[in-house]
């Protein structure tokens, strides 16, 4: 038998707990992965992920795989042995990417930045004359801050951007088509509010003509993927077995953030996130990330002096069900990262968490 855990309140980076539409839909009888009854519900997905990109990008889809996968998936089809991929580096999400770029065999430019703070697009444009990528994170989930992607479109010249907005979206405002991005990935579990497994991904028509033919990946070759979903193409061509109770579960949880209503999301991200971090601060406690870059929906709290960081988060998780984050790398025993994302971004939960992390600092 399973042990049943009791409700835990996921405050984490991780996993945040589903928008019940999206739960309930993982329990409906499975279609056929061929089934157009099943085809239907992929396209209607597809469809609404342009949405939530602010795309038009017919090739957008909801890879199999999770936001790593919409991470390599990007790498792969667009850099080769001795391409020139410009990075920027701001916590953990730029240095992975690095390292992905580096097995694709791309000569890689780090542009290496304070953690913590936003990505510089002047510094990132000047660190290369002609690269074929630059790519940044847009919501860096180590560290909490917002990064402008608009203003690396500006600057990209003939490169390709590629934007991770695993964190960022459904939860801040993203534009790819108007802030120039042409590959872009993310992942279900946070914002969304889905649980993972999938990696919703956008890229352009001009950045797919100028794809790698045969990527060192087989199963993430968007060349054959673009069949599979994500174009209107009539005759549609098996690839691999769609994840259809996951598809099915985006789409339940797509329909419901449209349902509310995109700018109404961000809304209340922000709603949510700018209380907690006030309230953080009346505690007398620092935040992390620099002011003005901060994400809403994911906070980062400098662990004081003198309290055990871990033993915080234990007394959260035995006595209140609240499950928040360690940082990461360097700041591990230093940051704390509190997530409001997707059904956790509302003043309840804020409420919670403080009061919460309040008792835990005094008594753990
Ligand atoms: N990029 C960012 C910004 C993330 O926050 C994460 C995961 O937290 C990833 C990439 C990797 O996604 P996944 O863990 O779903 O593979």
């Known amino acids: 038998m399973p ?14 707990n589903a928008y019940p539409e999206a739960t309930v839909a993982l329990g409906f009888p ?4 061929l089934d157009p009854a099943f085809i239907e519900r992929l396209d209607n997905t597809c469809e609404m992920l342009r949405t939530v990109w602010g795309t038009t ?6 890879l199999s795989g999770t936001g790593s996968a919409g991470m390599e998936a990007a790498f792969v089809n667009t850099v080769g ?3 020139v991929a410009v990075i920027a580096v701001n916590g953990l999400f730029g240095e992975r990417m690095c390292d992905v770029a580096a097995r694709c065999g791309a ?10 703070q ?25 560290t909490g801050s917002l990064s402008d992607i608009s203003a690396l479109g500006e600057l990209k010249g003939d490169a390709i951007l590629i934007a991770d907005a695993v964190t960022s979206i459904a939860g801040t405002e993203l534009a790819a088509d108007d802030w120039g991005i042409d590959v872009g990935y993310a992942g279900t579990q946070k914002c969304i509010g889905v649980a993972p497994g999938l990696a919703p991904f956008t890229i352009s028509d001009a950045a797919f003509e100028r794809r790698i033919e045969k990527p060192q990946s087989w199963y993430l070759d968007l060349g054959m993927l673009g069949g599979y979903a994500g174009t209107k193409a009539s005759g549609r061509t098996y690839h691999h077995t769609a994840p259809v109770a996951m598809v099915a579960s985006l789409e339940a949880g797509l329909e419901r953030v449209l349902a509310e209503g995109l700018e109404n999301v961000w809304a209340r991200h922000w709603a949510a996130g700018t209380a907690l971090q006030n309230g953080i601060e009346e505690m007398g406690l620092d935040l992390f990330a620099a002011e003005g870059h901060r994400l809403p929906q994911l906070t980062s709290v400098v662990v004081p002096d003198g309290v055990d960081s871990a033993k915080v988060r234990r007394y959260l998780l035995e006595r209140f069900q609240i499950e ?6 360097q700041f591990a025993s230093t940051v704390w990262r509190i997530g409001l994302m997707g059904p956790n971004a509302n003043p309840a939960s804020v409420t919670l968490i403080l009061g ?6 005094a008594k753990a």
């Open 3 to 16: 042990q049943i855990m009791p409700e835990r309140h996921l405050f984490g980076p991780g996993p945040t």
């Open 30 to 33: 499975l279609l056929g992965h």
């Open 57 to 62: 990008n017919q090739r957008t889809l909801p």
């Open 81 to 83: 042995p001795g391409d």
């Open 107 to 116: 000569e890689v430019v780090r542009v290496d930045h304070e953690w913590g």
């Open 118 to 142: 936003p990505v510089d697009a002047e510094r990132v444009a000047a660190a290369h004359p002609a690269p074929k990528v630059i790519a940044a994170v847009h919501a860096e989930t180590s």
């Open 324 to 329: 928040i984050g360690a940082g990461v790398g």
């Open 356 to 361: 919460a992390l309040k008792e835990a600092v």
